[in-house]
């Protein structure tokens, strides 16, 4: 990045710099990947390219069909340009499927088609290992008002329509997907972060006999390999049917 552009905050998977205008930042995706609170990391050379090419294709999806995010336009293949957001400390989380912490946390059986999509929010600190937290808790930590929640899980619950009648016709099958949001200078909410292999769930529907195959971060988490190939082969999709 131009040493004329400020470091504002470094993240697991990106770094976020100053622009020109104030109003904007630079978003540069990084080839790290981690996993369990970043006490699994490594590199894969391409990673931060297909991340940031894949989320500026959703991005642009979800704004023709007029969600409201922080993505503007690409700068290179591994940095976007970004409205300047003040984001909320909360990770939000929809399911489709049952997977994951919530088969350890609950009797529901792994792989169990949820009747309708399940919301669990936590929140955003690592420190305390980023808990599940309840509404009331929002409330009493004075994060935001319950207007402004009910608005981003009215959105999240919009984005998930829209994201799994997208993947279903690149054949993937989208199980869940964590979001982030923010305030922008007119303290308007926006869609904010990335939305990408790294933070959705995304199994192969190209499979016979019902057998999973992970075409996202799992392949890191669960040492199945072949990660840069999976994200790959998920931008390859998206730009056949775009």
Same mark, same amino acid.
């Given at each position: ?20 205008? @104030?109003?904007? @930042? ?134 998930? @329509? ?15 997907? *964590? ?28 499979? *016979? ?34």
């Amino acid at each position: 990045m131009n040493n004329k552009y400020e470091l504002i905050y470094e993240g697991k998977a990106k770094k976020v710099f100053s622009h020109d205008d @104030v109003d904007k @930042v630079l978003i540069e995706f990084k080839d790290d990947a981690t996993a369990f609170n970043a006490l699994k990391k490594a590199k894969f050379e391409g990673k931060g390219k297909l991340n940031c090419l894949i989320s500026a294709s959703i991005f642009k999806l979800l704004k023709k069909n007029n969600i409201p995010t922080h993505f503007l336009e690409l700068k290179k293949e591994h940095i976007m340009i970004a409205k300047r957001i003040k984001v909320i400390p909360l990770e939000i989380v929809l399911r489709n499927t049952a997977y994951g912490s919530l088969c350890k946390q609950t009797t529901i059986k792994s792989g169990t088609i949820l009747v309708k999509p399940l919301i669990d929010i936590y929140l955003k600190n690592d420190e305390l290992n980023d808990p599940l937290i309840t509404k009331d808790r929002i409330e009493l930590m004075n994060i935001l008002s319950t207007k402004d929640l009910d608005l981003i899980i009215d959105l999240t619950l919009k984005i998930n @329509v829209i994201l799994k009648s997208f993947f279903k016709n690149i054949q993937l099958q989208l199980v869940d997907f *964590k979001l982030e949001f923010g305030y922008d200078s007119k303290n308007k909410i926006l869609l904010g972060d990335e939305i990408s292999p790294d933070n959705c769930r995304l199994w192969d529907l190209n499979q *016979k006999n019902d057998t999973i195959v992970s075409l996202d971060k799992d392949r890191f988490r669960n040492d199945l390999g072949g990660l840069i190939e999976a994200y790959s082969e998920i931008n390859r999709r998206i730009n056949d049917f775009i």
